[in-house]
């Protein structure tokens, strides 16, 4: 979708943020085993709500992360600030999201 389609589906003042967003991922130059893992990461997190067992959601979680975190630092050994900066996009994400309620 471009940013006129996503605004006339309803996405309002969401798309401008999205596209944002968009462009802030850009220069991590992620590959498709990071994007995957990013993904599934922000997927499977404990702290949603109404969840029953969050415990249970957040061990599921861990190996995500670990596997995220020795990828990146074997991709980008010189860049040991690449993968933090991976985790918090998934706060900037989740920013998006609340703003979206």
Do not use: W
Request: net charge neutral; aromatic share 4%; charged share 30%.
């Amino acid at each position: 979708l471009n940013r006129t389609q996503m605004h006339n589906a309803g996405f309002g003042p969401l798309t401008d943020l999205v596209f944002a967003f968009a462009n802030q991922l850009l220069p991590l130059e992620m590959d498709d085993a990071e994007t995957g893992l990013l993904s599934a990461i922000c997927l499977i997190c404990g702290d949603r709500q109404d969840l029953e067992q969050p415990d249970r959601v957040d061990k599921l979680q861990e190996p995500l992360l670990e596997a995220l975190k020795v990828y990146v630092r074997k991709r980008r050994p010189n860049r040991p600030h690449m993968f933090p900066k991976m985790l918090m996009k998934i706060t900037d994400l989740r920013s998006i999201s609340a703003k979206g309620e």
